[in-house]
Structures are given as C-alpha cells and as structure tokens.
C-alpha cells in the first residue's frame, strides 16, 4: 500500500534552513514512509510519541515528527528540525 505524505505549511520554510545533508535523510524517510507507513523501527530513536505520532532522528542533533491522519493512508510531516525544539 502507498501512503500519502503531506506536510504541514512550516515544514517548506523550516527545509530551507536545514543542511543539505539533513534535507536528503529527510526525504529518504518520506520516501520510506511513503512505502511502508508510519512504523519506521530501522531509522534511529523511532518511537512512538502518543496517539498516532511519531518521531525519528536524522542525525544526532535532527529530528523529523510525523502522526497517522484520520483516513489512515495519510501522514503528515508537522516537525522537522534540531531536536532541541522538537514538540516533544
């Protein structure tokens, strides 16, 4: 099954700030995420965070936040950045 990514309006802007390197792990999780789904146990400190939210991190100091939406085949990307103002 595919999934359907989408992202919350800041995450353009919050992109553009990020390092090249960071960007390209982050479109390699949409890209997983798009395969497979919210459950991502191969990247690094993936856990759950509550009801249908998720989080990873890209590197040590970058993390990318994510929930499942209502239809069940959406996610939505509301977080990406340093893990120091990650929304957790």
Known sequence: MK???????KIEKALKALPENI??????????????G???PGW????K????????HLTYSYVACWELKDNKITIEVYYVGSRENAPY
């Open 3 to 9: 999934y359907q990514i989408v992202f919350k309006r």
């Open 38 to 40: 919210v459950l991502q």
């Open 23 to 36: 960007k390209d792990l982050f479109f390699i999780l949409v890209s997983d995420m798009k395969e497979s």
């Open 44 to 47: 690094k400190n993936f856990s």
């Open 49 to 56: 965070l509550g009801n249908n939210k998720y989080h990873c």
